[in-house]
């Protein structure tokens, strides 16, 4: 069974492009028998002012699922019930001084992309993972 994982938000297209960088994904291709997005909203009379209603990435090896971005009027009120845990590190069988580089060096870029840095947290004293909010406001670790 194939599904998709869909984030509310304020604004789509961003939010795609910074999921996008987290994640290692690409905005999605156009459904099947068309050449572009554009092609496809125009043929089904979606009005120009509504193209940024939504967005899609997906992974490029295609064995991630699909994300979905879906402008929503209300903003973001409370937290996560579900959150990404973006596996930078290479696992936690990895040395610890390496692994944490990476999860550092990936939320780097992730900040650079306007994410904030929530908090930091150990696990029995070794640096375990980075809590960060979107550009939005969604919760996320970088582990």
Not at 4 to 24: I, M, R, Y
Not at 75 to 96: E, I, W
Not at 98 to 119: I, N, Q
Request: contains cysteine.
């Amino acid at each position: 069974m194939t599904w998709t994982l869909t984030f509310d938000c304020a604004a789509p297209k961003a939010q795609a492009e910074f999921w996008c960088l987290a994640l290692g994904y690409v905005p999605a291709a156009p459904p099947k028998g068309w050449d572009t997005w554009e092609d496809w909203l125009r043929h089904f009379a979606v009005p120009e002012d509504e193209w940024d209603d939504g967005a899609t990435i997906e992974d490029p090896s295609g064995a991630g699922p699909r994300i979905s971005f879906l402008k929503v009027p209300e903003p973001k009120t409370a937290k996560n019930r579900v959150h990404v845990d973006v596996q930078a590190g290479g696992g936690r069988d990895q040395p610890p001084a390496e692994r944490w580089a990476r999860v550092l060096a990936k939320v780097d870029v992730l900040v650079a992309a306007g994410a904030t840095v929530v908090a930091e947290h150990s696990l029995d004293g070794v640096p375990d993972h980075v809590v960060l909010q979107d550009p939005e406001g969604n919760e996320l670790c970088v582990v």
